[in-house]
């Protein structure tokens, strides 16, 4: 059912690109760019109300943070798309276990944290002024998380980074772009002038945002976990990474999907951000 009306609505804005492109890509990339708010359950709130929280601004916008005090280096979590700080609940409480300090941050338009508009590259620039103002030593980022992660690390170099964790991170933006122009149906008139709204904004073309290639600028030891049956983000993704980023580790995982929720996978993590 969601295939047919992603393909309904794509229709509507080929429509619309028959009269002006523009307009039609502009309408394209807000979709692109608008994550449905999830509610926030009983259970996960209480769980969030353990943690001191504290909100950041940027640009205007209210980020939502999460702090659970320990003697250790500071872990800092970024959830992907259409996620919120709870995705990581069962990882804090281990991590809390083995007595690190562990913040998670909701990305604009996510979670409790304030904002409509969503991409990579914002989600970057929050992640850099947590990490900051935290002084994170590790940052685990998972999906989108983890690409934003990537352009946050090789944009600023923060120093105090010692290790990155990537869990089913796509590794470039036109590969993500391409499967979303692919899912809606767009026609080409849309494509291309995705391209040129984007350049505008950004100051760069899509192919710019390779987090794989960015990753080979960041010296920071790296842990690269993705499932060879990934449906979300394609296990070629983490081959990409694994050519660039040169100091770090990819463990392949058979049947956790996109979401790599197990026990094994946190027992990878826990293993890395400990030694």
Known sequence: MKHIIAKFIGAIINFISLFSSRLAAKIAIRIF?????????EAEKDFLET?????IKYNGISIMTYRWLGEKDTVLLAHGWESNSCRWKELIIKLK????????????????????????????????????KFNAKIVIGHSVGGMA????QHKYQLP????????????????VFGRYVDMMGYNNRISKSM????????????DHFNAAKFSETITAKGLL???????????SDAEDFKNFYKNSKLITTEGFGHGLKSETVDEHILSFVSN
């Open 160 to 175: 105090t980074i010692e290790k990155l964790v990537l869990l089913g991170a796509p590794s470039t933006f036109v590969s």
């Open 195 to 206: 391209d040129t709204i984007i350049h505008e904004r950004f100051n760069n073309k899509p």
């Open 97 to 132: 276990a083995l007595d690190f300090n562990v913040i998670a941050l909701d990305a604009p338009a996510h979670g409790l944290s304030g904002g409509k508009v969503f991409n990579a590259v914002i989600y970057s620039e929050c992640i850099n002024l947590v990490a900051k």
């Open 149 to 152: 992660t990537t352009f946050f």
């Open 225 to 235: 976990i993705h499932d060879k049956y990934d449906t979300t983000i394609p296990y």
């Open 51 to 55: 943690a001191f929280i504290e909100d």
């Open 33 to 41: 760019s608008s994550p449905r708010r999830k509610r926030i359950k």
